[in-house]
Nanobody, 124 residues
Framework: QVQLVESGGGLVQAGDSLTLSCAPS????????RAWFRQAPGKEREFVAV????????YYTNSVKGRFTIFRDNAKNTVYLQMDSLKPEDTAVYYC?????????????????WGQGTQVTVSS
């Protein structure tokens, strides 16, 4: 069983930056695609970014392109979401997800493993 743990959320002002981390518990995920999703109050969970399992391909939802970067540190077995130029509409609970040998999947149903989420709040 893969367990994921997110960290790095918090309360920031518009224009600030945050970096979220997602680390697995107890095993290496070198052959897994890793994705970030978010869910704002009253809304459905939405795709944010994905890093393919080979580590050399990414895809972002349009609203975060040019502001967010997904990357991984293999030595730390951790995936990050660098978020710059944050906007109030980025406020949500952010979840990381993983899929073995996954490609650039953008549907939450394609991911069997999830973290518990970390809150990001951006004030205007």
């Amino acid at each position: 069983q893969v367990q994921l743990v997110e960290s790095g959320g918090g309360l920031v002002q518009a224009g600030d930056s945050l970096t979220l981390s997602c680390a697995p518990s107890g095993r290496t995920l070198s052959s897994y695609s890793r994705a970030w999703f978010r869910q704002a109050p009253g809304k459905e969970r939405e795709f944010v970014a994905v890093l393919g399992w080979t580590g050399d391909s990414t895809y972002y939802t349009n609203s975060v392109k040019g502001r967010f970067t997904i990357f991984r540190d293999n030595a730390k077995n951790t995936v990050y979401l660098q978020m710059d130029s944050l906007k109030p509409e980025d406020t949500a609970v952010y979840y990381c997800a993983a899929r073995l040998y996954g490609g650039l999947f953008r549907n939450s149903e394609d991911y069997p493993y999830w973290g518990q989420g970390t809150q990001v709040t951006v004030s205007s």
